[in-house]
């Protein structure tokens, strides 16, 4: 069975800190693939990065930033300088190789001006 | 449109009633996911489609949940005998191409049963 932690339930930062939303997957497959959705006050989830399990190199995409390591069986997320239009509900989300998806209970963010 | 779309965007029904919640996916995905979301969760798998067929239904509660997409394009999942424990928002995705491919979200039916 999978499963995905996320450990923080809220986090809480001032505009312009660095924050960093942690994700710890379970999955017995070898083939996977690891996201990141957002979903703002108005309830739409909206993608935001993702990673096969192929892949460790870490990226960076603008102010978004993602840290994949299998040997801990993480894929946490960085977004630098936050801004208050970056506070919603992160979901960490696993997609197993036939499709089913997988997703954690989410972290709260608030960011404050 | 061009996103995904979901109606109605609010259900409220009794307790021990049937409804149906449709979903219209992004043209030309052939997969279409469906989901149940509770009050500060997670997004809670329900079934998912490629195609016509269900390629997992694992999710699905129960025999009072089931789901249908006969065309391979808009799905409706039918929730027969309601109960209180149902309440929750339901979301549908729907993907283009492989499972390495984003999820596009619909806004949700809200589904209250009293």
């Known amino acids: 069975a999978q499963k995905v932690t996320q450990a923080q339930t809220e986090i809480s930062v001032v505009e312009k800190e660095d924050v960093t939303l942690d994700c710890v997957y379970e999955?017995?497959?070898?083939?996977?693939?690891l996201f990141w959705y957002k979903q703002p006050p108005s309830g739409e989830l909206v993608f935001l990065i993702r990673?096969?399990?192929?892949?460790?190199q870490n990226e960076i995409s603008g102010r978004y930033s993602w840290n994949f390591q299998k040997s801990t069986s993480s894929f946490n997320f960085t977004i630098t300088a936050s801004q208050v239009v970056d506070s919603a509900v992160y979901f960490c989300?696993?997609?197993?190789?036939?499709?089913?998806?997988?997703f954690g209970d989410g972290t709260t963010l608030t960011v404050k001006p | 449109g061009a996103g995904v779309s979901q109606t109605p965007s609010n259900k409220v029904t009794e307790k021990g009633k049937y409804v149906e919640l449709r979903c219209d996916p992004i043209?030309?995905?052939?997969?279409l996911y469906w989901y149940r979301q509770s009050l500060g969760q997670g997004p809670e798998f329900l079934i998912y489609?490629?195609?016509?067929?269900?390629?997992?239904d694992s999710g699905l509660p129960n025999d009072r949940f089931f789901a249908v997409r006969p065309e391979g394009s808009v799905s409706t999942l039918k929730i027969q005998r309601t109960e209180r424990g149902d309440s929750a928002v339901y979301l549908c995705?729907?993907?283009?191409?492989?499972?390495?491919?984003?999820?596009?979200f619909g806004p949700g039916t809200r589904l209250t049963v009293l």
């Open positions: 990673r096969n399990s192929f892949d460790e």
């Open positions: 989300a696993l997609i197993d190789s036939a499709g089913k998806s997988t």
């Open positions: 489609f490629q195609g016509t067929g269900a390629a997992d």
């Open positions: 999955t017995r497959d070898t083939t996977y693939y």
């Open positions: 043209s030309g995905h052939t997969a």
């Open positions: 995705a729907s993907r283009g191409g492989s499972s390495y491919n984003e999820q596009f």
